[in-house]
T-cell receptor
Framework: AQSVTQLDSQVPVFEEAPVELRCNYSSSVSVYLFWYVQYPNQGLQLLLK??????LVKGINGFEAEFNKSQTSFHLRKPSVHISDTAEYFCAVSYASGGSYIPTFGRGTSLIVHP | GAGVSQSPSNKVTEKGKDVELRCDPI?????LYWYRQSLGQGLEFLIYFQGNSAPDKSGLPSDRFSAERTGGSVSTLTIQRTQQEDSAVYLC????????????FGQGTRLTVV
């Protein structure tokens, strides 16, 4: 079985400050990792994903994440946030082989950017 | 359409009534997922369809919940004898299937049971 832990339910930050949203996963097999963003009253959309290769993954809107296998983490970062980044962010994991395709999601982190 | 479409966007129903939620996936997507999103609970997996295979129903919380997918396209999630704890946003997603493929989400149906 796989699981995802997002350690922070809410992260307040001032505009133009850096931010890190934490995600840890547990799985006994190789996995793929995803970050999705949900803006108010909208569905989720993919920010970025790690499948293989470079452990630093760049996504849309200036976000990036680093896969750390030894720490089973996939933290999301942005060097300078904007008011429009205020949203709910979800980390997700799915099997890389065997098992099923079904992604397992974390509980989400609400990023609140203050002016 | 270009994306995943869900209807209705909002549904208010009386406790004990049955409801049907509809999902139109992206054309050509073989995989379809239903999730439930409650405040502070993240996304709870409900059911998964992949092509012509038997659906994975392991996430359905009770036998009041059922879903079908007709012709490998449109899906309907049915909740019988609704309870107040069923109030949530129900999200549908579709993908090309296969490991590591992106799930595309609809905007959800907000269900309120009064």
């Amino acid at each position: 079985a796989q699981s995802v832990t997002q350690l922070d339910s809410q992260v307040p930050v001032f505009e133009e400050a850096p931010v890190e949203l934490r995600c840890n996963y547990s799985s006994s097999v190789s996995v793929y990792l995803f970050w999705y963003v949900q803006y108010p009253n909208q569905g989720l959309q993919l920010l970025l994903k790690y499948l293989s290769g470079s452990t630093l993954v760049k996504g849309i809107n200036g976000f990036e994440a680093e896969f750390n296998k030894s720490q089973t983490s996939f933290h999301l970062r942005k060097p300078s946030v904007h008011i429009s980044d205020t949203a709910e962010y979800f980390c997700a994991v799915s099997y890389a082989s065997g098992g099923s395709y079904i992604p397992t999601f974390g509980r989400g982190t609400s990023l609140i950017v203050h002016p | 359409g270009a994306g995943v479409s869900q209807s209705p966007s909002n549904k208010v129903t009386e406790k004990g009534k049955d409801v049907e939620l509809r999902c139109d996936p992206i054309s050509g997507h073989t995989a379809l997922y239903w999730y439930r999103q409650s405040l502070g609970q993240g996304l709870e997996f409900l059911i998964y369809f992949q092509g012509n295979s038997a659906p994975d129903k392991s996430g359905l919380p009770s036998d009041r919940f059922s879903a079908e997918r007709t012709g490998g396209s449109v899906s309907t999630l049915t909740i019988q004898r609704t309870q107040q704890e069923d109030s949530a946003v129900y999200l549908c997603a579709s993908s090309l299937g296969g490991f590591g493929t992106e799930a595309f989400f609809g905007q959800g149906t907000r269900l309120t049971v009064v």
